[in-house]
């Protein structure tokens, strides 16, 4: 049986469980039922041609109904289902799968006054022995000013996770500019995702269907459901009446739970009040003011010591780093309920493959909850399993 009927520790999904009706259907067994019905006069010894010619039909029998059938009815299910087959499902509930999306942030020029910096201008992280340099362009033509400064918006050259670079790391122009002397981004570039995952579609996919289809009243689900349609959108919070009757507004964390960046935020707002084209409006038109901005990161450092392991089967960097995918969806709980268990995030260290025990977890240094605000939204600061 293939991977498709393996469940993991980052779906919701339920795990497949192959039908009674595809019991006894081995190869063995259904040659057995074909030797049966075979002629009483007919020889049915190891060797002989009736044997050796039904032996071949019944294990292409077996392989139909334990690969091709079980996977034929995963298919037909978007609980099980994957890929393409996914896809049709999302299509039937009116969604598409987010492709993945670019990082966008924003650089800075030195030079001499009056430099003009093109638009599609491409800038790029020095290469390291990790990985080759990473290429960004410039979304619009700016001018150094009198002050020898400028400031432009980036956007990644490929989409994906590649794309989010630290602060101070952009400092090299592909081509050179004359008039320019130096360039960095003085803030980290944030929002590149990589593609929607099979999960998280799926769980897209549950949500409109609970939703019953097309609900246009404006509840938090709607706001939730409209936010995470937007490529690089991970989680929404919805404060509504924030600011008075008639308003609403969607905190954001991308796909990778930071902060969203600026271009998110306004590719979502788009998307919901589309005010070039109002008959594509998402807004209801009781709500006169939607707001959305960027969740406030609650950097949260966690340490495990003591730990016992299996060494044939994990390492503590590959326990730190599916550790580190597992709490994101303590993340979202979190959100829900203002707070970040505890005992619900230490629990996540002995479901991990191939860890055994460990003597303390600590967050933030300390052995208890940690309480959110509103707006706010943890945000992996450190993992040290040791």
Not at 3 to 15: D, F, G, M
Not at 66 to 93: I, N, T
Not at 225 to 241: L, Q, S
Not at 330 to 346: D, H, Q
């Amino acid at each position: 049986m293939d991977n498709y009927l393996t469940k993991t520790s980052e779906t919701e999904r339920p795990e497949f469980k192959i039908p009674d009706f595809i019991e006894n259907m081995g190869p063995e067994q259904i040659h057995e039922r074909m030797m049966a019905s075979l002629p009483e006069d007919i020889d049915k010894m190891p060797g002989g041609f009736p044997f050796d010619y039904t032996m071949p039909t019944a294990a292409i029998a077996s392989e139909l109904v334990h690969y091709h059938l079980v996977r034929g009815l995963m298919a037909a299910f978007p609980e099980y289902a994957w890929g393409d087959w996914l896809d049709l499902h999302a299509k039937q509930a009116h969604l598409s799968r987010k492709p993945a999306n670019k990082a966008a942030g924003s650089l800075t020029f030195i030079g001499k006054p009056g430099t003009v910096i093109p638009k599609g201008s491409m800038f790029c992280t020095a290469a390291t022995a990790a990985g080759s340099s990473i290429d960004f362009l410039t979304d619009e033509e700016v001018v150094i000013e009198e002050e020898g400064r400028a400031t432009a918006a980036i956007t990644a050259f490929e989409a994906g996770k590649k794309g989010n670079v630290s602060q101070g790391t952009i400092v090299l122009a592909v081509r050179p500019i004359s008039g320019l002397t130096s360039v960095t981004n003085l803030e980290a570039v944030t929002g590149g995702a990589e593609e929607e995952t099979d999960d998280a579609l799926y769980r897209r996919i549950q949500m409109e269907h609970s939703m019953q289809s097309f609900s246009y009243i404006g509840n938090d689900n709607d706001y939730i459901r409209w936010a995470k349609e937007v490529p690089g959108v991970g989680d929404c919070i919805v404060m509504p009446a924030w600011n008075g009757p008639g308003t609403v507004k969607l905190v954001l964390v991308d796909q990778n739970g930071e902060p969203a960046n600026e271009k998110i935020i306004q590719d979502v707002y788009s998307h919901i009040v589309s005010e070039e084209d109002r008959s594509k409006r998402l807004l209801p038109t009781a709500c006169s003011q939607l707001t959305v901005t960027a969740a406030a990161g609650l950097s949260i450092s966690y340490i495990c010591t003591g730990l016992i392991y299996d060494k044939d089967t994990t390492t503590l960097e590959q326990a730190a780093a599916e550790f580190e995918r597992a709490v994101q969806q303590v993340y979202s709980e979190a959100r829900e309920s203002g707070t970040l268990i505890y005992n619900k995030v230490r629990s996540l260290i002995t479901d991990l493959p191939g860890i055994v025990d460990f003597e303390t977890f600590l967050i933030n240094g300390e052995e208890k909850n940690i309480v959110l605000s509103k707006e706010e939204y943890p945000v992996t600061e450190t993992v040290s399993f040791r």
